[in-house]
Antibody, heavy 117, light 107 residues
Framework: QVQLKESGPGLVQPSQTLSLTCTVS????????VSWIRQPPGKGLEWMGV???????DYNSAIKSRLSISRDTSKSQVFLKMNSLQTEDTAMYFC???????????WGQGVMVTVSS | DIQMTQSPASLSASLGETISIECRAS??????LAWYQQKSGKSPQLLIY???RLQDGVPSRFSGSGSGTQYSLKISGMQPEDEGDYFC?????????FGAGTKLELK
C-alpha cells in the first residue's frame, strides 16, 4: 500500500527557510519519482519540482533559485528546502508520486505552512 | 510555460445530469493530460490520466477525451459524492501546470 506523508513546521517567519519532509512507504525511492506541489488557500495548484528515481531533479523556473529537493533513500524520505520565504508562500504543501513521468497518482495529506511574523 | 485554460469556473448540476469540463492547452500536450477531483481539506484524487485512461477504482461514469490542445472530462450521471473541485494537469513539458479549477455543486 503506497503512502506518502508530509511533515514540517506550520509557521515560518518571513525571509527564513522552509524545510519539509515527505516520508514514503510501500515504494522505493530508487525506482519511483516524487514531486512537491503547493496550493495557497482557496487557490489552484502549483508544481514545484521533482526528484527522479535516479536522483536527478527538475524545478519550476519560477522558484528554482530558492528551491532544493533531495532525498535519503535509506530512510524513504524526500526533502524540500526553500529559502527567502514570503507571505505569498503560505500554502498547503503536498508530495506526490510521479507516474509515467507526467502525472501524480498517490498524494500525501499535505502540510499547511503559514509565513508570518 | 504551457497555460491550461479550464472552463467553466463553476457548475451546478442536478442528480443524474451529465456534465463536461474543458481544458485547453496553449500548445500541443500530446495527451499528457490528467484530471483530478479535490474535496475540501483533502488532497487531489486522480481520476483520468493520459487524457482518457480511467484510474483504478474510479467509477465508470467518469470519462476523459481529447487530443492536441483540447481536452474534456465528462461525468455521466451526477452523484452527490461528485461535488468538489476538479483540476486538469498537463505533464507534457516543464513546468507541469494545472488548470485553475472547476467547482462542481449539486443543484
Amino acid at each position: 500500500q503506497v503512502q506518502l506523508k508530509e511533515s514540517g513546521p506550520g509557521l515560518v517567519q518571513p525571509s527564513q527557510t522552509l524545510s519539509l519532509t515527505c516520508t514514503v512507504s510501500g515504494l522505493s525511492l530508487t525506482s519511483n519519482s516524487v514531486s512537491w506541489i503547493r496550493q495557497p488557500p482557496g487557490k489552484g495548484l502549483e508544481w514545484m519540482g521533482v526528484i527522479w528515481s535516479n536522483g536527478g531533479t527538475d524545478y519550476n523556473s519560477a522558484i528554482k533559485s530558492r528551491l532544493s529537493i533531495s532525498r535519503d533513500t535509506s530512510k524513504s524520505q524526500v526533502f524540500l528546502k526553500m529559502n527567502s520565504l514570503q507571505t505569498e508562500d503560505t500554502a498547503m504543501y503536498f508530495c506526490a508520486r510521479v507516474d509515467y513521468g507526467s502525472y501524480f497518482d498517490y498524494w500525501g495529506q499535505g502540510v499547511m505552512v503559514t509565513v508570518s511574523s | 510555460d504551457i497555460q491550461m485554460t479550464q472552463s467553466p469556473a463553476s457548475l451546478s448540476a442536478s442528480l443524474g445530469e451529465t456534465i463536461s469540463i474543458e481544458c485547453r492547452a496553449s500548445e500541443d500536450i500530446y495527451s499528457n493530460l490528467a484530471w483530478y477531483q479535490q474535496k475540501s481539506g483533502k488532497s487531489p484524487q486522480l481520476l483520468i490520466y493520459a487524457a482518457n485512461r480511467l484510474q483504478d477504482g474510479v467509477p465508470s461514469r467518469f470519462s476523459g477525451s481529447g487530443s492536441g490542445t483540447q481536452y474534456s472530462l465528462k461525468i455521466s450521471g451526477m452523484q452527490p459524492e461528485d461535488e468538489g473541485d476538479y483540476f486538469c494537469l498537463q505533464g507534457s513539458k516543464f513546468p507541469y501546470t494545472f488548470g485553475a479549477g472547476t467547482k462542481l455543486e449539486l443543484k
